[in-house]
């Protein structure tokens, strides 16, 4: 049903206060954990929502930027903004541990504000987008990682200016039936994107105690979407079995180099000093050689810090040395096991010996380069995991690395990994407010505490004295002490995090 005001409507792109044992990173993360560091807490600038925000204003309409987490704002503030600030569409992205207290969210929200719209948006509603109306009184689902076009649609046509939905939005007709508007398989063309209003999106709430940034002010950008990996998997979908991404991002597109230069030149304006882009693989060839060649052209690579996701064998050894001259640092490698079994089974399409060679060629080009790891794989032993352990350890002894993220493998539906789990009974339970890598949802031949030793024993490689003094001989400045020692205190709470009992909220 369409409505129509005498002055534009306003939508609240929105993040309300959650309940949980720690700050959650909900946005722009395929993996969801409570950050439960006593030291320092952050939350992750959101590039989608952001967009969408953007994206709506930019076509006329009232926008309020509602993150209550980020702005640590207490859940009676919220549920009394959304009615002060005359609210009619309230987007709430959500992730599946959290997709039940959202639920529970948007019945309030419609108890006490029964003719405000309320829609949900992210990876688990475009897995489950029926499952979202059965427990709550939500009013629309968008499906798909593109929601900023998704929401401009949706919105458009409330508001009578569009006769056409839009595609990928569930529900209700008249007779209570959940219906949809289809999906879309190509993607949407984001070249077609305005460049990201940051004060609107209070770009400055997120840019603060991120462990993947050494200089502040920081923030991300996201020019494509999501890797150029997308070869299938024995299931058909494409890309790695276990990221979320990879079902609401289903063709890999991307802006222009010129797109991506445009912005960091906004961004250095504004006092940004460092910037991660999160694209799911950054773009290679001349791509990445026209990046390059503008950033140093422009005089951005003196102004400013730049860090990507890459693909291990992606890169020759001379592009690294590019990378480092167009001011590139933090460069991130998703490694998973050392078990070449495990890295076919993920159909990651990478090689160990490949990322070996590629970190070692990015730290000597002057990058700083980072690995993340899972452990809790069905298939995998304790003696699997070690060897992943004793390899992490290697390329930190070595000074091959510089930092990694050790976590607990989850399978979120609407990847390969969750089907391929409820195919082969794996599913230890399905409570969604525990699979937040606080303990193992596979089942697995390790055992729970011998899992989170495990993770633990990745973090403690950072404790090696020779590791220490190797990070000690690079200091060059005191930016840099700072630096080590804000990574040791998130060392410890990663420590921590693995010492706490799953959170059951």
């Known amino acids: 049903m369409t409505t129509k005001k005498q002055q534009p409507l306003t939508i609240a792109i929105a993040s309300p206060p959650l309940k949980g044992p720690g700050v959650p990173l909900l946005s722009q993360n395929r993996q969801f954990q409570w950050y439960r ?8 600038y959101p590039v989608v929502p952001a967009y969408a925000a953007t994206f709506l204003q930019s076509k006329g309409y009232r926008v309020q930027w509602m993150d209550y987490v980020a702005e640590k704002k207490s859940y009676e503030e919220f549920l009394r903004d959304m009615g002060e600030r005359d609210i009619d569409i309230i987007a709430i992205e959500t992730k599946t541990p959290v997709v039940q207290q959202h639920w529970r969210i948007i019945n309030d929200i419609k108890k006490r504000y029964p003719s405000m719209t309320c829609v949900l948006m992210g990876d688990h509603v475009t897995a489950l987008p029926h499952e979202s109306f059965e427990h709550s009184n939500v009013d629309y ?6 929601f900023d076009f998704r929401l401009l649609g949706l919105v458009s046509h409330l508001d009578g200016t569009n006769k056409t939905w839009g595609q990928g939005i569930y529900y209700r007709d008249k007779n209570g039936t959940i219906v949809s508007t289809g999906g879309d398989k190509r993607g949407n063309n ?4 305005p460049m990201i209003d940051r ?8 840019s603060g105690d991120n462990g993947n940034f050494k200089y502040k002010p920081n923030t991300y950008t996201m020019i494509g979407r999501d890797c150029w990996w997308r070869r299938p998997s024995k299931d058909g979908k494409a890309g790695c079995t276990f990221c979320s991404w990879t079902s609401i991002f289903p063709t890999w597109r991307t802006g222009t180099p010129t797109q991506l230069l445009d912005e960091i030149g906004h961004l250095i304006d504004i006092g940004v000093k460092e910037v991660f882009d999160d694209t799911g693989t950054f773009p290679v060839g001349d791509w990445l050689k026209e990046f390059c060649a503008g950033m140093v052209s422009r005089g951005y690579s003196s102004k400013i810090i730049f860090g990507c996701n890459m693909r291990a064998g992606a890169l020759k050894q001379s592009e690294f040395r590019m990378m480092k001259k167009a001011g590139f640092r933090f460069i991130l490698y998703g490694l998973e096991s050392v078990n070449q079994k495990t890295i076919d089974r993920l159909n990651k399409g990478t090689t160990v010996v490949a990322l070996e060679q590629s970190v070692k060629w990015a730290k000597k080009a002057g990058l700083a380069p980072h690995i993340t790891i899972m452990f809790g794989y069905p298939w995998e032993t304790k003696e699997d995991a070690e060897r992943t352990v004793a390899f992490a350890q290697k390329l930190y002894r070595e000074g091959a690395i510089d930092t990694l993220q050790a976590t607990i493998l989850m399978p979120y539906p609407g990847t390969a990994l969750y089907d391929e ?3 082969n009974k794996w599913l230890r339970f399905t409570d969604y407010s525990r699979y937040d890598m606080g303990e193992p949802v596979l089942t697995c031949p390790i055992s729970d505490d011998d899992l989170k030793n495990i993770v633990q024993d990745c973090y403690h490689a950072f404790w090696s004295p020779s590791y220490i003094i190797r990070r000690l001989f690079e200091v060059r400045s005191f930016h840099d002490v700072i630096f080590l020692l804000f990574l040791g205190m998130k060392y410890v709470s990663k420590l921590l995090d693995f010492r706490k009992k799953g959170y059951d909220g």
């Open 37 to 44: 560091s006593p030291v320092t807490s952050y939350t992750i």
């Open 141 to 146: 689902v968008l499906a798909g990682g593109d």
């Open 199 to 206: 004060q609107l999106t209070k770009w400055w709430l997120y």
């Open 421 to 423: 789990a409820v195919k």
């Open 190 to 193: 984001l070249t077609k994107l």
